[in-house]
């Protein structure tokens, strides 16, 4: 397994500022644009879940970029730029067609779209972006009971594979909520790979069903985000607490 390679965690791309935005999570498109710069510069190969299983991807320096949610604008300005640089993400999705925007999100947050299927099947025709679930409708999984668990985490994944023709392979914890029920839950549902956001890992790939991923928001600067994708990043983070 490898135990190297930092897993980063996005949300919204945005062409323009937003003023409701108190969480940081919508990144100007200039901004990201220069993230993938420097990672071409830098021959820093960008990697999905589906590409682990592949021995000679393991080899080079890489990095697995990660966008929760499904959001539109992810069609619209994420998948232009990856065609651009040719560059790789997944997406995690929510499996409940009737969610049409961000309904889970506090009232100090815009509102914003979410992907339709045609719009997740061009992503994926591109074969630049792995698809995974984000759940059946955004629930924290620690709060509901096992029946309402099972639909979130394997209900999910069936009708995600059955819509979109593709095995899902990954999953990530709505906001990164979970513990070991949870945990069993994704793996007995036949998923490679649960991600979260910190967890007690010392390596992002210690636990499979825990990856550890580093947030990226609007605040990130350049320099913060080379650091971030440093594998001297968690020792920094251990030695000055941020």
Known sequence: MPVNIPVLLYHRLVSENVPEDPYGICLH????EQQLQHLSKYNIKTLTFNDLGKSENLKLRSVILTFDDGYRDNYELLLPMLIKYNARAVIFVLADQHMKHNCWRSSRVAEAPLMDTHMMMSCLNT??????SHGWSHKNLTMLND???DKE?????????DRLGV???SFAYPG???ESREREAVQMAGYGFGV???TRALRDFDDPYAVRRRSINSMTSMTRFRLKISSRYYLYKRAFGR
């Open 127 to 132: 074969q630049l972006i792995e698809i995974g």
């Open 153 to 161: 985490v394997r209900g999910s994944r069936m009708v995600l594979e």
């Open 196 to 198: 979260a956001v910190n």
């Open 29 to 32: 498109i200039k901004n990201f």
């Open 176 to 178: 990164g909520a979970w």
């Open 167 to 169: 095995q899902i392979k």
């Open 147 to 149: 029946q309402e668990l």
